[in-house]
């Protein structure tokens, strides 16, 4: 295995800074949250999501936690200072069956900025993509935004630019989720793929993510210009496309648990 091409954080220093658990084999680790989505200010926290094989004894015994969240500290690349990191260990069994299910963990893990990543990064890839249920996506995405506004709402930050970007930025993954029936690759909520925007809506959300960039404390935001983006976002209903069928996810499902076996006996 080697590491993936990143500059957020370094490779090295981000394996280091995990957890050390005993017995246990790092297979992927990728940056989530708002450096994920290329949001992040200056002083934007660091988000991780590792997935972990445990040793074949645990496994038998069933002493594996699915998930696990951590609290450590990596050296920032751009200041070289400390920052803290908060991340989740999951595990790689459960997160094969959340790639098995279309799940949005395993869409913002494994497709989000890799930092290390090894062949079964691949393999859990192509799975999520033989499985791949858009509809599932739509549902999860759309409840994140429902939840986020709720959030801001009981805060009293509904101007806040924060809130701001990040209700534009799900908008977004549920218009290109719609309008592209095929697994979405990494970059997919880039701008470019907002396929139904006119020009000066595209302008407008590119400046909304500038100043969040810049200053993520903005109290009084007019998220007004994005209203109907956003409602439209809401009524999106997945095209069709060729769904897995149950025998075929079954074969899957199977073949993903015989992959799983000859992973432990290595």
Do not use: W
């Not at 992927?28 to 590792?50: E, F, I, N, P, W």
């Not at 936690?65 to 400390?82: G, H, L, R, Y």
């Not at 959300?205 to 809401?234: P, T, V």
């Amino acid at each position: 295995s080697k590491p993936a091409n990143s500059h957020i954080p370094k490779p090295q220093q981000a394996v280091e800074g995990l957890p050390q658990m005993k017995g246990t084999t790092l297979i992927h680790l990728s940056t989530v949250g708002s450096r994920s989505k290329q949001l992040a200010s200056h002083d934007s926290d660091y988000d991780l999501k590792a997935i972990i094989l445990h040793s074949t004894e645990n496994y038998l015994l069933q002493n594996v936690t699915p998930n696990k969240a951590f609290v450590t500290s990596i050296v920032d690349p751009n200041t070289d200072n400390a920052v803290e990191v908060e991340g989740t260990l999951v595990d790689y069994l459960n997160m094969m069956d959340h790639a098995l299910k279309s799940h949005q963990v395993a869409y913002a893990a494994l497709f989000g900025i890799a930092i290390y990543e090894t062949s079964e990064s691949e393999h859990l890839k192509q799975l999520f993509h033989q499985a791949y249920d858009p509809r599932t996506l739509l549902v999860s995405y759309s409840g994140i935004m429902h939840s986020e506004r709720l959030r801001a709402k009981k805060k009293h930050r509904q101007n806040g630019i924060k809130h701001a970007a990040n209700i534009v930025y799900y908008a977004s993954i549920l218009h290109v989720f719609q309008t592209n029936p095929e697994p979405p690759l990494p970059g997919a909520f880039s701008l470019e793929r907002l396929k139904n925007v006119d020009s000066k809506l595209r302008k407008q959300i590119k400046s909304l993510y500038e100043h969040r960039k810049l200053d993520k404390s903005i109290s009084d935001f007019d998220l007004s210009q994005f209203r109907d983006f956003i409602k439209s976002a809401n009524d999106l209903k997945a095209r069709e496309s060729t769904q897995t069928t149950g025998v075929e996810l079954q074969t899957l499902r199977t073949e993903a648990h015989k992959n799983f076996l000859k992973l432990c006996l290595k």
